[in-house]
């Protein structure tokens, strides 16, 4: 795999993916940026969702079930010292549909634990909860 990213003045940045599609980078105007576009750690953290929510309704579907809606809220803690990684990352996922709980938690632990290759690149502690039409699982996974 391979990306071009190139330098627009200031802070920001635009880049061409293999895939052919482009994407912008900015820095915040107080780190000499336009705001013009996500900073790249915002785009790590959509990253890591939409891996995620790739394999977490492939597996689903594999196991013929319906998703009717899904969304995730993720939020990232970063170090306080540079380079500021990500160091912890926690991911609720919120599906409906006519989902047994069952498939649910094992649709995201195999997202977590083998398939999702963005959260297993990072050195974060990653830690998802999930709610299924409405009732949030009391375990996290």
């Known amino acids: 795999m391979q990306a071009t990213v190139t330098w ?3 802070m920001g940045f635009s880049g061409q993916t293999e895939s052919g599609h482009h994407l912008a980078m900015d820095a915040a105007p107080e780190n ?3 705001n013009q576009a996500p900073r790249p750690t915002e785009l790590l953290l959509h990253a890591v969702a939409g891996c995620t929510g790739i394999d977490i309704v492939s597996i689903l579907e594999k196991m013929r079930l319906t998703i009717t809606h899904f969304e995730m809220d ?3 803690e970063r170090a306080e010292d540079h380079p500021r990684r990500f160091t ?3 991911i609720h996922y919120r599906l409906e ?3 047994p709980e069952d ?3 094992r649709a995201i632990s195999l997202s977590k ?3 999702c290759s963005v959260s297993q690149s990072l050195n974060a502690e990653i830690s998802v909860y999930y709610s299924i039409n409405g009732v949030r699982s ?3 996974l």
């Open 8 to 10: 627009n003045k200031q």
């Open 88 to 90: 912890s990352i926690s």
């Open 103 to 105: 498939k649910v938690r």
């Open 74 to 76: 993720i939020e990232g």
């Open 32 to 34: 000499g940026g336009e």
């Open 113 to 115: 634990d083998k398939y």
């Open 97 to 99: 549909g006519d989902l």
């Open 138 to 140: 009391e375990d996290p």
